[in-house]
């Protein structure tokens, strides 16, 4: 069974940071690409962040220089540094596993930044 669970989620007031984490199990497949996907109240989801199976990196223009993505082969697992987060960063983050087969997506984890 496939499970993406996300963990680092929180309140933090602006100009703050948080790391994300997504620990991946259960995919048989290959990774293609993992990545952060947000959405805000009332919004669609919003792509945030791309690291690729070779180690490339991309982001969305909203957070780029701010955000990193990175990921720990070993542990199977992704990461998402927050840096100087704003008030429009407020959304459930998803973490999201792109295989030859198909897309997998966690629940998501819940980040408010509110002074």
């Known amino acids: 069974q496939v499970q993406l669970v996300e963990s680092g989620g929180g309140l933090v007031q602006p100009g703050g940071s948080l790391r994300l984490s997504c620990a991946a199990s259960?995919?048989?497949?290959?990774?293609?690409?993992m990545g952060w996907h947000r959405q805000a109240p009332g919004k669609g989801r919003e792509w945030v962040a791309t690291?690729?199976?070779?180690?490339?990196?991309s982001y969305a223009d909203s957070v780029k220089g701010r955000f990193t993505i990175s990921r720990d082969n070993a542990k199977n697992t992704l990461y998402l540094q927050m840096n100087s987060l704003k008030p429009e960063d407020t959304a459930v983050y998803y973490c999201g596993v792109m295989s030859p087969a198909r897309d997998y997506w966690g629940r998501g984890t819940q980040v408010t930044v509110s002074s």
């Open positions: 259960g995919i048989g497949d290959s990774i293609n690409a």
């Open positions: 690291i690729t199976s070779i180690g490339s990196t």
